[in-house]
């Protein structure tokens, strides 16, 4: 594999490591750690803020495909954590049921 082949391969490899660590923090896939969904919004952000600047600092050094996906990851990450960030307002401003205690017995 030639130099230029072996950095576009390593370019999508990072992109996609940052779609999938920013998946995994907004809950939406299994830690491969862990084995469970870990829910960590701030983390999703890094991620997404990452993407965000990597396509800022390589405008115009980009392929047609490359610049196309990873304009399209980011859009499909952005609208995945609007998402999550709209549930956990609305976990926040439903109110809480009262918990209703039943009496003991004696």
């Known amino acids: 594999m030639n130099q230029t082949n072996n950095n576009d391969f390593l370019f ?3 992109v996609i490591q940052n779609q999938q ?4 923090s907004m809950g939406k896939t299994k830690s491969p750690f862990s084995d ?21 600092k390589t405008k115009g050094n980009l392929g047609e495909y490359e610049d ?9 990450l952005k609208l995945n954590y609007v998402d999550e960030v709209e549930k ?3 976990i926040e401003t439903t109110p809480k049921e009262e918990i209703k205690e039943e009496p003991t017995q004696s």
């Open 12 to 14: 999508m490899q990072l």
């Open 21 to 24: 660590l920013a998946m995994m």
């Open 36 to 56: 469970k969904i870990e829910r960590n919004l701030e983390y999703a952000k890094m991620a997404i803020d990452t993407l965000d600047m990597l396509l800022v």
């Open 68 to 76: 196309k996906f990873l304009q399209e990851v980011i859009r499909e």
């Open 88 to 90: 956990d307002k609305k």
